[in-house]
């Protein structure tokens, strides 16, 4: 998997341009791709449940912003739930790199909306390349 980047320039606070369109979709193409070669990972309940914790983080610290250095571990923790969902097939490498890349570019509030923005739509776009059930 090639590393995906969330920022253009991330001291200028530019976001890449193409984060949310080419490569978002490139992205849920590797992952459905995935699912052909290894079995039936991936499925999209299993990447929701992903999604909805990252969302949950996200809104716990918009709506409490001084208690972001309590969700930062829990934005790393995701990490190890990942390797978990791993380790019982229910996701693929692929995936648990693209959760871990994306937690280590998390260390600031903005950070993490941007993470759960990408996440949006690689899941849009997965939901037309995946599988569709």
Do not use: C
């Not at 992952?31 to 991936?42: E, K, L, V």
């Not at 449940?49 to 208690?67: G, H, Q, T, Y």
């Not at 190890?80 to 969902?85: G, S, V």
């Not at 229910?90 to 996440?119: A, H």
């Amino acid at each position: 998997m090639e590393k995906i980047v969330f920022w253009k320039d991330k001291s200028e606070r530019l976001i890449n341009p193409a984060l949310f369109s080419t490569i978002a979709e490139s992205f849920a193409v590797e992952i459905a791709r995935d699912n052909n070669n290894r079995g039936n990972p991936n499925k999209p309940t299993q990447l929701r449940k992903f999604f909805d914790e990252i969302v949950r983080l996200n809104m716990e610290a918009k709506s409490n912003p001084e208690a972001w250095n309590h969700v930062l571990p829990l934005v790393h923790m995701v990490t190890a739930k990942a390797a978990y969902a791993m380790g019982r097939n229910l996701i693929s490498d692929t995936f648990l790199s693209f959760i871990r890349n994306s937690v280590e570019q998390t260390e600031t509030p903005e950070d993490l909306n941007l993470f759960v923005s990408f996440f949006e739509s690689f899941i849009g776009f997965y939901k037309l390349h995946g599988p569709s059930k």
